[in-house]
C-alpha cells in the first residue's frame, strides 16, 4: 500500500517537474521562465522528500526557489527587457543539433541506469537525511569543504558587488 | 520504493532540457536558469544514489552544488548586469569580443 501512494507521488512530481522544466525553454518572455523555474524548484523539493533528504529539501525551497530566485526576479526586473531585445532564437540546424545532443545523453544514461535496475535500495536509518544527521556529516567528515563554502559565498558577495558597480 | 534508474532517468531527462536550453536559448538569463536546471538534475542524481546507499554523503554533496550554484548565481548575474550596461543587450550572440574571427 505504501508503495503504490510513493509511486503515484513520484510520478505526480515527476510529470510537473518535467513539465514546469520545458515550460522554462519553452518560454520566450525571461519572467514567464523563472516562474516556471520556481514551480520545477518547489516538485523537485517533493521528489527529495520521497528520497528521504528532509533537510536539502528544505534548503532547495529557501536557497533555490527563494533566495536564488528573487535574485533572478529582480535582475529581470532591473534590466525590463523589451521583446526587442529578446532577440532572434537559434537556426533551426543549431536547435536540432542541441535536441539530438540532448536525446542522446539521455539514451547513454538510460543504458547506465539499466545496469543499477538489479541494485536493492538499502535500508535506512530513522533520522536519514535530517539535520542532524546531514550536519554532523557536514561538520566532521566534510569540516574543511564546508569552510571552504563560506570563503567561496564571501568571494562571490565582493565579486558580484565589484562586478555589478558602476564606481567603488 | 520508486527505483533508482526512475530516479536517474528523470534526471537525465531534466538534465537535457537544460542542455537544449543552454544550446538554443540565446537570452543571457534564460541560459543561466537552464545552467540551474542542469545542476539541479546533478542534484536529484547524488541524492537519490545517497538513498540508495544509504549513505549522507550524498547530502553533503548536494548541499555544496546549492552553496555553490547561488554563488554562480550572484556572480553571473552580477556579469549580465554590467554588461547590459555598456552594451544595452543580454543577447549572447551580440557579445563575441573574445571571439578570434569575430
Same mark, same amino acid.
Given at each position: ?16 517537474? +518535467? ?5 522554462? @525553454? ?24 520521497? +528520497? ?5 529539501? &528544505? ?12 535574485? &533572478? ?5 532591473? +534590466? ?5 531585445? /529578446? ?19 539521455? *539514451? ?5 541506469? !539499466? ?23 557536514? &561538520? ?5 569543504? &564546508? ?22 | ?12 531527462? /531534466?538534465?537535457? @532540457? ?28 547524488? +541524492?537519490?544514489?545517497? !538513498? ?7 547530502? #553533503? ?11 554562480? #548565481?550572484?556572480?553571473?548575474? *552580477?556579469?549580465?548586469?554590467? %554588461?547590459?550596461?555598456? !552594451? ?6 551580440? %557579445?563575441?569580443?573574445? !571571439?578570434?574571427?569575430?
Amino acid at each position: 500500500m505504501n508503495v503504490t501512494a510513493e509511486l503515484v507521488a513520484f510520478a505526480i512530481f515527476a510529470t510537473l517537474l +518535467l513539465a514546469s522544466a520545458i515550460g522554462v @525553454i519553452y518560454a520566450r518572455s525571461p519572467m514567464y521562465a523563472a516562474m516556471s523555474l520556481v514551480a520545477a524548484f518547489v516538485f523537485q523539493a517533493g521528489l527529495y522528500v520521497l +528520497l528521504s533528504a528532509h533537510l536539502l529539501a &528544505f534548503m532547495q525551497i529557501l536557497v533555490y526557489a527563494g533566495a536564488v530566485m528573487v535574485l &533572478f526576479l529582480f535582475v529581470i526586473m532591473l +534590466l525590463s527587457l523589451g521583446d526587442a531585445s /529578446l532577440g532572434e532564437e537559434r537556426q533551426k540546424g543549431m536547435q536540432v543539433l542541441g535536441a539530438l545532443g540532448a536525446i542522446g545523453l539521455v *539514451a547513454l544514461v538510460a543504458g547506465a541506469a !539499466r545496469e543499477v535496475l538489479a541494485l536493492e535500495p538499502s535500508t535506512v536509518a530513522a533520522d536519514f537525511g535530517t539535520v542532524k544527521a546531514v550536519g554532523r556529516v557536514l &561538520f566532521t567528515q566534510y569540516l574543511l569543504p &564546508f569552510e571552504a563554502t563560506s570563503i567561496l559565498l564571501l568571494v562571490a558577495i565582493v565579486g558580484a558587488v565589484v562586478v555589478a558597480k558602476e564606481k567603488i | 520504493m520508486v527505483p533508482l534508474s526512475a530516479y536517474l532517468l528523470l534526471a537525465a531527462i /531534466l538534465f537535457g @532540457i537544460g542542455l537544449i536550453g543552454v544550446i538554443i536559448k540565446r537570452n543571457a538569463l534564460i541560459v543561466m536558469m537552464c545552467v540551474e536546471l542542469m545542476l539541479n538534475a546533478a542534484n536529484l542524481t547524488f +541524492l537519490a544514489f545517497a !538513498r540508495q546507499q544509504g549513505s549522507v554523503g550524498g547530502h #553533503a554533496t548536494a548541499f555544496f552544488i546549492i552553496a555553490v550554484a547561488a554563488a554562480e #548565481a550572484a556572480v553571473g548575474l *552580477a556579469i549580465v548586469i554590467a %554588461i547590459y550596461r555598456t !552594451r544595452d543587450t543580454v543577447n549572447m550572440d551580440e %557579445i563575441r569580443e573574445l !571571439r578570434e574571427d569575430a
